[in-house]
């Protein structure tokens, strides 16, 4: 049986669609599906459940989904570790982020990576945070980018950073001047906020109920930036981490003041799938990303894991900017 048939299989599987898998392999729909149908041939079983829409795997299907989906990503590794035998780093990585991070803090990272390895290729998409376990779930990528991330039986997550989080408004809001907001000062203000199925709308909840305010919420997003630009034009106040409003703070479109009287981040992780083999060009951005890689390290071809929970160094850019933030909320 031929690799490539494995790798459709594979891409049909985690896709759920003929057709997208059909253009990520380079070949028509009704290509990947007469592979398909010769592979369940040549196997004797019905891998698929077409009767249902969209398709389902039968037990079959799943235990030889399971088994191929190892051996793809095995064989991807091997290529790019043929291809880096002289330490170079030149395979891609493929990463999915939720909106916010992606605007906040990849372009950064992204540079910085490609100035290490220049022969190395960053595909990056940003995705609704459900869109992006589902991605990592699904091997459609190889790493993911979320808030308040969370581990289960087939996803690890690693700990990336804190973002605090700061009261927000228009400049010519009742609060602008203000150094400090405390929680309680928000109570019976008009507020924009998260969609409330976001865990990030669940924290601010149950911060503004420890303190029993009440805010009248008059909008809900399911992004950062939408958010961003109601509070601009004074439709309510908000709550956000502080990285994500550093244009805006620079531009003097918004003004943020510290929370005096709570302590509120926004933690960041890393996910992918467990037991999922990461080639050499996924583990140096991953690497990158937590800050356990440096100079000497990638000449080696060498670099260090931080444990689980430990705290991570922000690359220099990065922690300038939000100092410069920092300065201006005070």
């Not at 929680?183 to 998260?194: C, K």
């Not at 991953?286 to 670099?303: F, H, V, Y």
């Amino acid at each position: 049986m031929h690799f490539k048939t494995l790798k459709v299989f594979c891409d049909v599987v985690g896709r759920r669609s003929f057709s997208q898998a059909a253009d990520a392999n380079g070949m028509t729909q009704s290509g990947a599906s007469h592979m398909i149908h010769q592979l369940e041939d040549h196997l004797g079983v019905r891998l698929l459940d077409r009767s249902k829409r969209p398709f389902t795997l039968t037990e079959e299907g799943q235990t030889y989904y399971d088994g191929c989906r190892q051996l793809v990503k095995r064989y991807d590794a091997l290529e790019e570790a043929v291809r880096s035998l002289h330490d170079e780093v030149a395979g891609r990585v493929m990463v999915a982020s939720i909106y916010s991070v992606g605007f906040s803090h990849m372009s950064q990272f992204v540079q910085d990576f490609l100035r290490r390895y220049p022969k190395a290729n960053v595909r990056l998409q940003y995705q609704h945070p459900d869109k992006v376990y589902d991605l990592v779930q699904s091997d459609r990528v190889d790493l993911g980018l979320v808030s308040y991330p969370r581990s289960s039986r087939t996803m690890k997550s690693l700990t990336w950073r804190d973002e605090p989080m700061v009261f927000v408004c228009s400049p010519d809001h009742r609060l602008a001047g203000s150094p400090e907001v405390a929680i309680t000062d928000l109570a019976g203000e008009s507020f924009v906020g998260f969609d409330s199925d976001l865990q990030i709308r669940h924290e601010i909840d149950k911060t503004l109920a420890s303190r029993d305010v009440q805010v009248d919420v008059v909008m809900e997003f399911d992004n950062i930036e939408t958010l961003k630009r109601a509070v601009e034009i004074g439709a309510g106040v908000t709550l956000l981490p502080l990285p994500t409003v550093t244009r805006e703070l620079a531009g003097g479109s918004l003004v943020t003041a510290r929370l005096s009287d709570v302590e509120l981040v926004r933690p960041l992780g890393i996910i992918h799938r467990r037991g999922a083999e990461l080639g050499k060009t996924a583990q140096r951005f991953k690497q990158l990303l937590r800050g356990t890689i440096d100079a000497t390290a990638s000449e080696l071809g060498e670099a260090t894991e931080l444990p689980v929970g430990a705290r991570p160094q922000q690359n220099s850019a990065e922690a300038q900017e939000i100092q410069m933030a920092k300065q201006r909320a005070k």
